[in-house]
Structures are given as C-alpha cells and as structure tokens.
C-alpha cells in the first residue's frame, strides 16, 4: 500500500495564504480600510507627565490662552493629541531656563544615535522594546526614525503595515541598501500616525541582502556590505535625533551592516537559563565576526552597550537568580530597570498597539499601570544614556 504524501512547500504556502486573508480580515476589522489610523489624545496629566510639568500649570496655560486648546470632554477633563504636545513643547522651550528642557534632542555638534536592538532567540521581547523606546522617544520630542531590519516585520505590523499587502512594489531598507541600483533612503521613509515617528516598514524583500552580498564579496567589487546601513543613514542623519533599529534573530549581513551603523547596542534578555545559555553562543558570534568586520575597515566603537532583561516576573525565583547571574558578570552593562511580563502589553499587542496607543480604560488599572512604570524607567534609563553620549548630564 502506497501513502499518499503532503508536498509541504504546496501546504505551507496554503498555510501561508490562508493566514494572511485572515489576518488582513481582522485590520480591516480593527481599521476600515478608509479609516486613517490615529494616535488617541492624552488626559491632561498624562500630558503633563510627559512635558515634565505640572497639571495646574497646563491648565494656567488653557485658561490663559496661550498654546494649543485642549478637547475639554465631560467633567472639564482636558485631552490633548500629540500634535498638541509638539506644540506646547516648541512655546514652553523658547522660555526654558535651560536649553533642551522641552525639545531634548540633538544641539550644535551632536552626533545621530542609532541605536540597534539585537537577540539570536525569538520570544525575548525584542520588537517590543523597540517599539516602546522608538515610540516614548518620540512623545518625549526627539525626532526618530524606526527601522524595521527583520524580515517577519512584527516592528512594520505594529505600527499598521501588513507587508504582504501594503509592501507588493517594495518600500523596505532593501531598496536603499541594494548594490544594484540603490533608492533613495527618504524614498522608502513612512510617516506614521505618531508625531515626531518615522519608520522605514520591512518584509521578505530584506532577505534579498543576505542572499545578494556573498556574490557581491566574489566579485569583490569595492562594495563593502557592511557599510551599507550607515550610508544610507548618513542621508538622513541631519533629519533625526534617534535610529532604533529593529535586528533580524540571527547573525546575518543585515544584523552586521546595522551593527556597523549602530553607535550603540541594546541586547534584551530573557532571564531563563535556556535564553541566557543561547545568548552566550550569540555573543561569541557577534564578537568573532565584528572582529573580522573591525580588520576590514568597519567602526566598532560605541557610545553603550545594554543588557535589558525582558518578560521579568518579580515573584519568580529562578529568573531572580539568572538576573542577579548577568548582574554580577556583566555589571553596569545590565540595565537597573527591567521590562515586566505583563498582559497589558501582550493584550494590546493583539490589537496591533503598544502600551503607548491603548487607551488605559482597557486594562485593570493596577496593571496597566505597572507595566507602563517599567516600560517608562527602562526608557528613561536609555534616555540618560543618549544625553550622556551627546556629553549632557541631568539634562544639561
């Protein structure tokens, strides 16, 4: 008897059909097709929070009609939209005592930080994070440019493309690093619905580069793979504050050209022992072909590097101890704040959102609330460490 077998490239492609009809089922759902996508407005104390101002004081500024008039909703509750806050921050900083108190970003001489967020292992939080940093940036007025490098486009869906369908003529950094007949990188920037928020969205089409660049090393043409990501980037460097680089889950060409560009590095973690042994074999991957990178010409000097240890469940002993582990072996490189596990973020990543975007009535408030004080310090941290690298301390 004979059995009859699947050819699994024709079942994985149905999978692959089927998959993506539903999903695009389900944005439609979420957002009609003629809808525009919108950041939501923000109470007047998040605003506040976010502009490092008191309450009272943006309501002196309303009722004195200087800058942008809130939505005043039910119960006098005033609501702003980040247009709003843009604004505020350009009035508030002509007064500032301090240069850099509302508009953080880059003075004079500073140097665009472009920031590479990198893990071998799936599952260890890593497009969250930068999401959360690229889009906190962002409300926190620096102007940054998202890049997503991974070729599943999770950073891209996050922020409303589904590549299969909003992709089909291209539009990813591949075309901007290709050897054959480049674009313009500002060809393939997109504005998203967050204010100060650009992102050049992935797909497939980057796998391209990894299968392009070892012809290019035969032909030995003078083109450098691993300067292609920073070239590109020097187009637009006058345009940005921040890159927050979005990395494939393995060692290939495009993690190691956006490691080039990178000026610094950031490496989440899940605190697992299984996660931490992987990275292990990671790190000595990165180390030994950055080395051979470094012989031939690259820049592997960096302004930081970080450890962030994500999915973090305080009551858990065993991650307690593989954080302490890292704590004591890598120092200052871990840092002090941590990403908790949480289903306010997992919960609104369903919907395609961040903790930033979703509305906070959706949540229990005691937890929507804790994982936003752990997204919001880990940030922080990453802030101080940018405004440092530009020679700034508290703000200076």
Same mark, same amino acid.
């Given at each position: 008897m004979t059995v009859e077998r699947d050819r699994i490239d024709f079942l994985v492609g149905d999978h692959a059909q089927k998959l993506?009809?539903?999903?695009?089922?389900h944005r439609a759902q979420l957002f009609p097709p003629d809808a525009k996508r919108?950041?939501?407005?923000?109470?007047?104390?998040?605003?506040?929070?976010?502009?490092g101002v008191k309450d009272a004081y943006l309501r002196k500024l309303h009722l004195d009609g200087r800058g942008p008039s809130p939505e005043v909703r039910t119960g006098g509750r005033r609501y702003y939209s980040p247009h709003d806050l843009q604004a505020l921050r350009d009035m508030l900083e002509?007064?500032?005592k301090a240069p850099g108190t509302y508009l953080p970003g880059r003075r004079g001489d500073d140097h665009l930080q472009v920031i590479t967020v990198i893990n071998f292992k799936g599952g260890s939080g890593k497009t969250t994070t930068a999401a959360?940093?690229?889009?906190?940036?962002?409300?926190?007025?620096?102007?940054? =440019?998202?890049?997503?490098?991974?070729p %599943?486009?999770? &950073?891209?869906?996050?922020h409303g493309f589904q590549p299969e369908f909003d992709l089909l003529d291209g539009g990813t950094l591949y075309d901007a690093i290709r050897y054959d007949d480049p674009l313009p990188l500002r060809d393939?920037?997109?504005?998203?619905?967050?204010?100060?928020l650009d992102i050049v969205p992935g797909n497939l089409d980057l796998m391209e580069f990894e299968h392009d660049t070892p012809r290019a090393l035969l032909q030995r043409d003078g083109n450098l793979f691993f300067t292609r990501v920073g070239d590109a980037l020097s187009e637009v460097e006058q345009d940005y504050d921040v890159v927050v680089i979005d990395c494939p889950p393995q060692l290939g060409y495009l993690t190691m050209s956006a490691l080039s560009a990178a000026t610094a590095v950031l490496?989440?973690?899940?605190?697992?022992? =299984?996660?931490?042994?992987?990275?292990? %074999?990671?790190? &000595?991957?990165?180390s030994n072909l950055l080395g051979v990178v470094s012989d031939a010409g690259g820049d592997m000097s960096y302004d930081w590097l970080r450890y962030v240890v994500t999915r973090y469940e305080p009551g858990d002993g065993p991650q307690n101890q593989m954080v302490g582990f890292m704590r004591n072996i890598f120092g200052e490189h871990v840092l002090n704040h941590t990403v908790l596990k949480s289903t306010a973020i997992s919960d609104a990543g369903i919907t395609k959102q961040t903790l930033y975007e979703v509305e906070k009535g959706q949540f229990t408030r005691a937890t929507y609330e804790r994982a936003l004080e752990s997204l919001n310090a880990v940030n922080g941290e990453i802030e101080g460490l940018i405004q440092a690298a530009w020679g700034r301390t508290d703000g200076a």
């Open positions: 993506s009809e539903r999903l695009q089922a919108e950041l939501r407005k923000f109470t007047s104390g998040e605003a506040a929070d976010l502009l002509v007064g500032a959360h940093l690229a889009q906190k940036m962002a409300l926190d007025g620096y102007k940054v =440019l998202a890049i997503d490098l991974d %599943q486009a999770s &950073l891209s869906a996050l393939v920037i997109q504005k998203t619905y967050f204010t100060n490496v989440t973690v899940h605190p697992q022992m =299984l996660d931490v042994m992987s990275m292990c %074999q990671f790190l &000595l991957m990165v």
